[in-house]
C-alpha cells in the first residue's frame, strides 16, 4: 500500500466527494470505519499505519475506533464542533505572490473550504504557501481580531480556522 497515495484519497473521500465512493458522513464528519475499509479497499491495520504516519495528522478515529473524520480541510457541510478559543497573538498565512492583490482588497476568504486556515508559525506558513509556487508569508494580527470579536478555533492537528479575515489585520510577515 502506497501511504501517500492513501492519504490523499482519504482525504478527498473524508473532506470533499464522500459519496464517490458510497460514503455518508454524520454531520459531525465522522465516517464508519468498516465502510471506509471496504470503500477503499483497506485492511484496518492499513489504515492505522496512514492515520498514525500521517505529517500533518489530517485524519482522527473517534473514541471507541469504529469511526473516523478528517480534522480540518473539508467542503463538504460539517460542523467539526470545535471549541472558540482564545488565539496566539499573531497568526501566519502562506499564499502566493499572484493571490496578493485580490487578498489585500478583500483581505482573505475561505474559498471552497468551511474556514479560513491559519498557521502558528512562520515555518508552517511557507510550507502552506509553498504547495502553490514561492511562498509569500503573511502575518495575521489575531490579538485585534480576537478584541473585534472574530471568533478562531483550533482544528484537533493544530490548524487555526477563522471565518474570514479582514485587509486591515494582514501585513507581511
Ligand atoms: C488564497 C492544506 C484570492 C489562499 C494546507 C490560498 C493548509 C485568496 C488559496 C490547508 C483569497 C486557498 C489550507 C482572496 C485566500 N483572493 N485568493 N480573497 N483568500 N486566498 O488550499 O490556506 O494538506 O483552500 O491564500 O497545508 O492554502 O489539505 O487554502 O492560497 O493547512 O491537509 O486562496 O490545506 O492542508 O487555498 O490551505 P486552500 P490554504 P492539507
New binding site residues.
Given amino acids: 500500500m502506497d501511504v501517500v497515495r492513501t492519504s490523499k484519497r482519504l ?1 478527498f473521500v473524508l473532506r470533499h466527494r464522500p459519496e464517490s465512493v458510497g460514503l455518508v458522513l454524520d454531520p459531525a464528519g465522522w465516517a464508519d470505519v468498516e465502510q471506509v475499509l471496504g470503500a477503499l479497499r483497506l485492511t484496518r491495520q492499513e489504515l492505522e499505519r496512514v492515520v498514525a504516519t500521517n505529517d ?1 495528522r ?1 485524519f482522527a478515529f473517534d473514541d471507541t475506533g469504529t469511526r473516523i473524520r478528517a480534522s ?2 473539508h467542503s463538504v457541510t460539517v460542523d467539526l464542533g470545535y471549541a472558540p478559543e482564545h488565539p496566539p497573538e499573531e497568526l501566519f ?4 505572490e499572484r ?1 496578493l492583490p ?2 489585500l482588497a ?8 468551511h474556514a ?2 491559519l ?1 502558528p508559525d512562520v515555518e508552517t506558513a511557507r ?3 509553498g ?2 509556487g514561492r511562498p509569500v508569508v503573511l502575518r495575521v494580527d489575531s490579538s485585534a481580531m480576537a478584541a473585534a470579536g472574530f471568533t478562531f478555533r483550533r482544528s484537533a492537528n493544530g ?1 487555526w480556522l477563522v471565518d474570514a479575515v479582514p485587509p486591515a489585520y494582514l501585513s507581511p510577515a
Fill in positions: 482525504s500533518k489530517r480540518q480541510g498565512h502562506g499564499t502566493v493571490f485580490a487578498i478583500e483581505g482573505l476568504r475561505p474559498g471552497r473550504r479560513v486556515h498557521s510550507v502552506v504557501g504547495r502553490r490548524v
